[in-house]
Structure formats: C-alpha cells, structure tokens
C-alpha cells in the first residue's frame, strides 16, 4: 500500500488537489443546497470534508490545527480556504511527526477498530473521495459547473468537442 511518509504525503496532496477543485466551484447560494429531508446540506456536506481531517487523521494521533465546530461557513470562499489550510496542515504533520516505520504501526480508532496506518490513510483517502462523488451531485442539482475529479465532466468533455456520451 505505502512504502513510505512520501508515497503518503503524495497520495494525500493529490486527493486534496482533487477536492479543493471541487470546493472552489461551489457559491455560496449552493450550500443550502439539500439532499434529502433529515440529510445534510451540500455546505453540510462540505464542511463535514474540512472537519475530517482532525475527526480522522487527529484521532490516529497527529497534532496539527483543523476545524472542528460544527457550523458550516456561510462563505464558499471561506469553507475552500478552511480545506486548504487544514489539509497542508495535515500532511507538514505527517512529514513532521511520522516516519517510514510508523507505517508498520496500527492505531485503535475512536476505540472500537484497529487500522494499520496505511489502512487508515486509505481509508481517510475514501472517506473523502466518497463525499466528494456526494458532493459533485449535490452540485449538479444546485445548478453549478462540476469539475473533472478522475477524467473530464460533461461540460470538461463538451468544451473538448467530445460527445456527451464520453
């Protein structure tokens, strides 16, 4: 899975790249955007992205400042930034309190599961991609542009004179 704190923090910033292009396309209207009565808002949703990596990463031991309160932004910009700061902050913890070795360790989550530190990297990386794909619907209803997360949008491929269909 990893081999080393590089392959972690590479893997990381690159999931980070990929979300932070997603948050930068909301506005602020879209973050009242709902999804179903009883579920979160696409801010909601949002935010919950900017708060995981203290939820997740701070709870395998890593200390580093992330939001943590639960109320969401009224700003677009501000929630994009929140991600940004909170994930450069994450990975400088990384390089700073991990070494290759803490990759042959596992740590006890929210104590009721063991995760190796990869496993609970790759599972972070999930976490985010999972609300990220919930998050790019949530956009589409909301009536904004999605940006190409793993390949071109409709409107990426559109733009490219490729068929709708791609």
């Known amino acids: 899975m990893y081999n080393s704190i590089q392959e972690v923090t590479e893997d990381l910033l690159n999931e980070a790249y990929l979300t932070q292009k997603v948050l930068e396309a909301l506005s602020d209207a879209s973050l009242a955007q709902p999804s179903a009565a009883g579920h979160r808002t696409l801010g909601e949703l949002a935010w919950h992205l900017v708060t995981a990596h203290g ?22 910009a501000e929630l994009a930034e929140s991600y940004k700061k909170a994930s450069e902050a994450a990975v400088s913890a990384i390089k700073s309190q991990w070494t290759d070795a803490t990759l042959q360790e596992s740590r006890n989550m929210w104590g009721m599961m063991e995760f190796t530190v990869p496993g609970l990297i790759a599972m972070f990386i999930r976490h985010q991609a999972h609300h ?24 990426e491929w559109a733009a490219m004179g490729a068929g709708a269909g791609q």
């Not at 890593?62 to 677009?76: D, G, Q, T």
């Open 55 to 76: 939820a997740i990463l701070g709870e395998a031991g890593l200390k580093f400042e992330a939001p943590v309160e639960e109320v969401v932004p009224a700003s677009a």
């Open 132 to 155: 990220r794909g919930q998050l790019t619907v949530l956009m589409r209803l909301a009536g904004l542009k999605v940006p190409g997360v793993y390949g071109p949008s409709q409107e």
